[in-house]
T-cell receptor, first 111, second 114 residues
Framework: GENVEQHPSTLSVQEGDSAVIKCTYS??????FPWYKQELGKGPQLIID?????GEKKDQRIAVTLNKTAKHFSLHITETQPEDSAVYFC??????????FGAGTTVTVRA | EPEVTQTPSHQVTQMGQEVILRCVPI?????FYWYRQILGQKVEFLVS????????KSEIFDDQFSVERPDGSNFTLKIRSTKLEDSAMYFC????????????FGSGTRLTVV
């Protein structure tokens, strides 16, 4: 099955700086790569996703890049703000029926 | 913004008891899922449900677990005889198709088995 590795496990950044989280996946058939933000006591919230026919996607301060050859994808958050502090999960799936998650990155934005 | 609704938000149950976790997926979604997250760990896939049947399940989803879509709106997860290790946050998710492909997760049910 699909195995997703995520790094780093924790990330502390100064407000206004950028944050980058990286994930690798094992199944070359994976074709959908979402990123989720999880705040304390809440469910994962989709913040951006990318399909395998696209190399990069941007939505305001958030961007995701995908390298299918190397089987890795990354989340970039620019101009970080205190409300960006949360746990971020990457995920991947080769099918309609199952999403495999990374272990999560706890992001802390220092004011 | 459409939401996936889960009830209850917190359930405490005695070991060996049956529990039913309830979910109302987004109305025009066709794919339904249950995931769980043990405290401090990654979100784990349990089961997916499509066209009124299970389409895939994980090793965790053994004979003690079952899912049902009893009507056009609800989607339930039943654990027949709970164990201490079933204590976790359980998330329901649903997914649409085409431009609505993204998975939407509910806020979860925290299950505590004592």
């Amino acid at each position: 099955g699909e195995n997703v590795e995520q790094h780093p496990s924790t990330l502390s950044v100064q407000e206004g700086d950028s944050a980058v989280i990286k994930c690798t996946y094992s199944d070359s058939a994976s074709n959908y790569f979402p990123w989720y933000k999880q705040e304390l006591g809440k469910g994962p919230q989709l913040i951006i996703d990318i399909r395998s026919n696209v190399g990069e996607k941007k939505d305001q301060r958030i961007a995701v890049t995908l390298n299918k050859t190397a089987k890795h994808f990354s989340l970039h958050i620019t101009e970080t703000q205190p409300e960006d502090s949360a746990v971020y999960f990457c995920a991947a799936t080769p099918s309609d029926y199952k999403l495999s998650f990374g272990a999560g990155t706890t992001v802390t934005v220092r004011a | 913004e459409p939401e996936v609704t889960q009830t209850p938000s917190h359930q405490v149950t005695q070991m060996g008891q049956e529990v039913i976790l309830r979910c109302v997926p987004i109305s025009n979604h066709l794919y339904f899922y249950w995931y769980r997250q043990i405290l401090g760990q990654k979100v784990e896939f349990l089961v997916s449900f499509y066209n009124n049947e299970i389409s895939e399940k994980s090793e965790i989803f053994d004979d003690q677990f079952s899912v049902e879509r009893p009507d056009g709106s609800n989607f339930t997860l039943k654990i027949r005889s709970t164990k201490l290790e079933d204590s976790a946050m359980y998330f329901c998710a649903s997914r649409g198709t085409g431009p609505n492909y993204g998975y939407t997760f509910g806020s979860g049910t925290r299950l505590t088995v004592v």
